[in-house]
């Protein structure tokens, strides 16, 4: 397994200027406050708003509706030219007073964007001054989340671990529950995360939880506050559940299962349970917490997987795949493909940290060819070109790459702008599983129909 930061290509005679390692030319990441917006969206009564600049906070509006195709409200303190010189201490103190009046939330988040952290806004010290002004204070809770230092994977935790520092303190009694910390996965995902862990007898309580404030059902009147998102009491009572799972095994620190197991919780770590083995990993760890055997029609969710393996493990076998996106899911797919017997060649992602390497490193060594972390799309296609994959799995920015190599690209992560249908995709769990094989398979099978100068339809 090696790391490579550059290269230069030469194909057909003509010779691709080598990338500058010095600059990133479409980013394999997005900005820091959209992944804090995106968390916020999971918990109930809250109202993102972004410390900054009014732009920033449509850009993410943008991207998160064309993703889940469900309307986002995002709040701005709208920063302007004199903000950045005298301070915008006055626009945070309107901003909030006009979510108070016109969305009467539960809480409040507060992520500050590139112009309010480079002009030096202390804002903890300006929300302590903007409640000690009022009656009653205003819950509030902030994270830092500049876009030149992290992106977004950074950005939802560090908003996930703002949200169970402030709210996870309650230290009472034992409750029959299990917390689980999710990274950015669909809402599909996260009801199916939440049906494995009732299938126990217990509460789940999963933070955030964005299944159904960003999947509703069609309702005929606009609602500025959809119904759904983990209620602030669950939150509260995290420290006295069972056990809390930590999906984010690769996120950066600090860690919300930090947090909770400074408070008496007993915290397990686990990548995403994609596959027979990770799945495996979740369910076994429910068993012994909850002291509950495996449900019936879980084992026979894994039964179907397996007969799915052995029905299509002869398409599969020794094929090369690209991977991009956030680390948990690259980390989870590749040892996904090496599960079913493909080859992870590029395993890619922006995010700033290096933790995908040291997980990867897990796989037997000679599985991943090449490891590429802080990346962007032009390093990622250099590095396809040497590798030769014949499929990639990833979101819709990839797709550009995809066309290029004359491979297909099955979409998976985050954004997908170009199909419909993201908030409806389920990968984790025996059932996830399945469909996430069979997809690899069919699309296999269809690049080698395609190909054929027959065109046999039975293959």
């Known amino acids: 397994m090696t790391t490579v930061n550059t290269a230069a290509v030469q194909e057909d005679s003509v010779v691709r200027p080598i990338h500058n390692p010095q600059a990133t030319v479409n980013p394999c990441t997005l900005c820091a406050p959209l992944g804090a917006a995106l968390a916020t969206t999971g918990i109930q009564g809250a109202i993102s708003l972004l410390h900054g600049a009014q732009g920033c906070a449509t850009y993410i509006r943008r991207y998160l509706i064309s993703h889940f195709r469900e309307p986002v409200d995002v709040a701005s303190s709208s920063f302007g030219e004199s903000q950045t010189v005298f301070g915008g201490e006055d626009n945070l103190s309107r901003a909030l007073d006009n979510i108070e009046q016109q969305y009467h939330p539960d809480i409040v988040t507060v992520a500050t964007t590139c112009v309010a952290e480079t002009v030096g806004e202390d804002v903890p010290m300006l929300l302590k001054r903007y409640n000690s002004r009022r009656n009653k204070a205003l819950p509030v809770v902030y994270a830092a989340t500049p876009s030149y230092k992290d992106g977004h994977v950074e950005g939802f935790h560090s908003m996930v671990h703002g949200i169970v520092q402030s709210l996870a303190t309650n230290t009472g009694a034992p409750r029959r529950a299990v917390n689980v910390l999710p990274p950015l996965i669909s809402p599909a995902d996260l009801r199916h995360l939440r049906e494995i862990v009732q299938g126990f007898g217990v509460k789940a309580t999963l933070v955030p939880d964005y299944s159904d404030t960003l999947d509703g059902v069609i309702l005929d009147e606009y609602r500025a506050m959809p119904e759904g998102g983990t209620p602030l009491d669950d939150i509260s009572s995290m420290p006295q559940s069972l056990t809390t799972i930590d999906l984010t095994m690769t996120g950066k620190a600090p860690r919300a299962s930090d947090v909770l197991a400074r408070r008496g919780a007993q915290i397990h770590l686990l990548g995403l349970p994609v596959g027979i083995r990770a799945t495996d990993a979740f369910v076994e760890h429910l068993t012994q917490m909850t002291g509950v055997a495996r449900p019936q029609w879980l084992a026979q969710e894994r039964g179907r997987l397996l007969d799915g393996y ?62 590429l972390d802080d990346t962007d799309f032009v390093r990622f296609e250099v590095a396809c070109r040497r ?73």
């Open 310 to 371: 052995a029905d299509g493990h002869k398409y599969v076998f020794g094929k090369r795949v690209g991977l991009y996106g956030d680390p948990e899911w690259v980390a989870s797919l590749a040892t996904f493909l090496f599960e079913i017997g493909a080859r992870p060649v590029v395993c890619a992602t922006g995010a700033r940290n290096r933790a995908l390497t040291k997980a990867l490193e897990q796989l037997p060594p000679g599985s991943v060819d090449e490891v």
């Open 387 to 459: 590798t030769n994959p014949e499929l990639l799995i990833g979101n819709s920015k990839g797709y550009g790459i995809a066309r290029n190599l004359g491979i297909p690209l099955l979409r998976l992560g985050f954004p997908i702008h170009d199909r419909i249908g993201a908030g409806r995709i389920q990968v984790l769990g025996y059932r996830g599983s399945t469909w996430l094989f069979d997809s690899i398979v069919n699309l296999l099978l269809e690049r080698k129909q395609n190909a054929s100068d027959v065109g046999y339809s039975y293959l």
